[in-house]
Protein backbone atom coordinates (compact mmCIF):
# COMPACT_ATOMS: atom_id res chain seq x y z
CA UNK A 1 0.00 0.00 0.00
CA UNK A 2 1.46 3.60 -1.10
CA UNK A 3 2.41 5.74 2.04
CA UNK A 4 -0.77 7.84 3.50
CA UNK A 5 -0.22 11.62 3.07
CA UNK A 6 -3.37 12.69 4.55
CA UNK A 7 -6.42 11.68 6.10
CA UNK A 8 -9.65 13.42 6.71
CA UNK A 9 -12.47 12.62 9.10
CA UNK A 10 -15.61 13.42 9.58
CA UNK A 11 -18.71 12.39 11.53
CA UNK A 12 -22.59 12.92 10.01
CA UNK A 13 -25.58 12.18 12.45
CA UNK A 14 -29.00 12.77 10.86
CA UNK A 15 -28.05 12.06 7.11
CA UNK A 16 -29.25 14.27 4.19
CA UNK A 17 -32.91 15.41 5.29
CA UNK A 18 -31.96 16.84 8.79
CA UNK A 19 -28.22 16.22 9.28
CA UNK A 20 -25.33 18.02 10.74
CA UNK A 21 -21.62 16.77 9.36
CA UNK A 22 -18.58 17.98 11.48
CA UNK A 23 -14.98 17.57 10.30
CA UNK A 24 -12.09 16.15 13.15
CA UNK A 25 -10.51 19.80 13.11
CA UNK A 26 -14.01 22.00 13.14
CA UNK A 27 -13.49 23.63 10.11
CA UNK A 28 -16.37 22.62 8.51
CA UNK A 29 -19.49 22.40 10.18
CA UNK A 30 -22.49 22.16 8.50
CA UNK A 31 -26.40 21.37 8.61
CA UNK A 32 -27.46 19.17 6.24
CA UNK A 33 -31.14 19.04 4.13
CA UNK A 34 -31.79 18.32 0.80
CA UNK A 35 -32.03 21.08 -1.69
CA UNK A 36 -35.10 23.22 -2.36
CA UNK A 37 -35.68 21.24 -5.64
CA UNK A 38 -35.89 18.25 -3.51
CA UNK A 39 -38.44 19.52 -1.06
CA UNK A 40 -36.17 20.86 1.21
CA UNK A 41 -36.28 24.25 3.43
CA UNK A 42 -33.60 25.61 1.18
CA UNK A 43 -31.20 25.95 4.05
CA UNK A 44 -28.09 24.03 4.53
CA UNK A 45 -26.49 22.13 2.21
CA UNK A 46 -26.33 19.02 0.72
CA UNK A 47 -24.01 16.40 -0.26
CA UNK A 48 -24.09 17.35 -4.02
CA UNK A 49 -22.70 20.39 -2.89
CA UNK A 50 -20.14 19.38 -1.03
CA UNK A 51 -19.00 16.89 -3.62
CA UNK A 52 -18.96 19.81 -6.24
CA UNK A 53 -16.89 22.21 -3.85
CA UNK A 54 -14.80 19.16 -3.13
CA UNK A 55 -14.39 18.40 -6.74
CA UNK A 56 -13.65 21.65 -7.92
CA UNK A 57 -11.19 23.07 -5.28
CA UNK A 58 -9.35 19.39 -5.79
CA UNK A 59 -9.16 20.12 -9.67
CA UNK A 60 -7.85 23.46 -9.38
CA UNK A 61 -4.54 22.15 -7.66
CA UNK A 62 -3.69 19.13 -9.79
CA UNK A 63 -4.62 21.80 -12.59
CA UNK A 64 -1.75 24.51 -10.91
CA UNK A 65 0.65 21.45 -9.81
CA UNK A 66 0.48 20.43 -13.14
CA UNK A 67 1.06 24.21 -14.87
CA UNK A 68 4.21 24.89 -12.56
CA UNK A 69 5.48 21.74 -13.86
CA UNK A 70 4.85 23.07 -17.22
CA UNK A 71 6.13 26.31 -16.44
CA UNK A 72 2.44 27.59 -17.40
CA UNK A 73 0.75 30.31 -15.82
CA UNK A 74 -2.77 29.47 -14.52
CA UNK A 75 -2.77 30.88 -11.06
CA UNK A 76 -6.10 32.40 -12.07
CA UNK A 77 -8.00 29.81 -12.91
CA UNK A 78 -11.88 29.86 -11.88
CA UNK A 79 -13.66 26.04 -11.87
CA UNK A 80 -17.54 26.24 -12.40
CA UNK A 81 -18.64 22.49 -10.96
CA UNK A 82 -22.36 21.07 -11.22
CA UNK A 83 -23.01 17.67 -9.73
CA UNK A 84 -26.07 16.49 -10.54
CA UNK A 85 -28.28 13.70 -8.90
CA UNK A 86 -29.88 11.38 -11.07
CA UNK A 87 -32.34 8.37 -10.55
CA UNK A 88 -30.97 4.87 -11.75
CA UNK A 89 -32.32 1.67 -13.07
CA UNK A 90 -31.95 -0.06 -9.39
CA UNK A 91 -34.50 2.85 -8.00
CA UNK A 92 -31.30 4.14 -6.35
CA UNK A 93 -29.27 7.33 -7.55
CA UNK A 94 -26.16 8.17 -9.53
CA UNK A 95 -24.05 11.34 -10.22
CA UNK A 96 -23.10 13.16 -12.88
CA UNK A 97 -20.25 16.14 -12.70
CA UNK A 98 -19.87 18.83 -15.16
CA UNK A 99 -16.36 21.18 -14.67
CA UNK A 100 -16.14 24.08 -16.09
CA UNK A 101 -12.32 25.40 -16.39
CA UNK A 102 -11.38 28.78 -17.04
CA UNK A 103 -8.31 30.01 -17.40
CA UNK A 104 -8.01 33.62 -18.43
CA UNK A 105 -4.25 33.38 -18.72
CA UNK A 106 -4.40 31.10 -21.21
CA UNK A 107 -5.09 32.29 -24.54
CA UNK A 108 -4.61 29.01 -26.57
CA UNK A 109 -7.45 26.81 -26.84
CA UNK A 110 -5.70 23.46 -27.17
CA UNK A 111 -3.21 24.28 -24.52
CA UNK A 112 -5.80 25.15 -22.31
CA UNK A 113 -7.86 21.68 -23.19
CA UNK A 114 -4.20 19.67 -22.77
CA UNK A 115 -3.52 21.22 -19.43
CA UNK A 116 -7.06 20.22 -18.42
CA UNK A 117 -6.76 17.10 -19.75
CA UNK A 118 -4.05 17.06 -17.57
CA UNK A 119 -4.89 18.04 -14.42
CA UNK A 120 -8.00 15.02 -15.13
CA UNK A 121 -5.24 12.45 -15.00
CA UNK A 122 -3.56 13.59 -11.76
CA UNK A 123 -6.86 14.83 -9.55
CA UNK A 124 -7.33 12.63 -6.72
CA UNK A 125 -11.37 13.27 -7.67
CA UNK A 126 -11.16 12.41 -11.80
CA UNK A 127 -8.84 9.51 -10.77
CA UNK A 128 -11.90 8.15 -8.40
CA UNK A 129 -14.79 9.02 -10.35
CA UNK A 130 -13.37 7.51 -13.51
CA UNK A 131 -15.42 4.87 -15.54
CA UNK A 132 -17.68 5.28 -12.45
CA UNK A 133 -19.59 8.50 -12.91
CA UNK A 134 -19.68 10.69 -16.06
CA UNK A 135 -17.73 14.07 -15.99
CA UNK A 136 -17.63 16.56 -18.55
CA UNK A 137 -14.65 19.25 -19.00
CA UNK A 138 -14.76 22.47 -20.60
CA UNK A 139 -11.72 24.21 -20.65
CA UNK A 140 -12.16 27.82 -21.62
CA UNK A 141 -15.32 26.98 -23.70
CA UNK A 142 -13.63 24.12 -25.69
CA UNK A 143 -14.78 20.81 -24.85
CA UNK A 144 -12.60 18.38 -23.12
CA UNK A 145 -11.80 14.43 -24.01
CA UNK A 146 -10.30 11.88 -21.49
Not at 21 to 42: C, F, K, R, W
Not at 49 to 72: N, P, W
Amino acid sequence: MAKILYTAQARVTGGRLDGHGVTSDGNLDVHLTPPAELGGPAEGTNPEQLFAVGYASCFESALTTVARRQKIEAGDAIIDARVSLLPNESRGFDLAVELDVELPSIDDAAAAVELVETAHRVCPYSNATRGNIPVTLTANGQPVGE
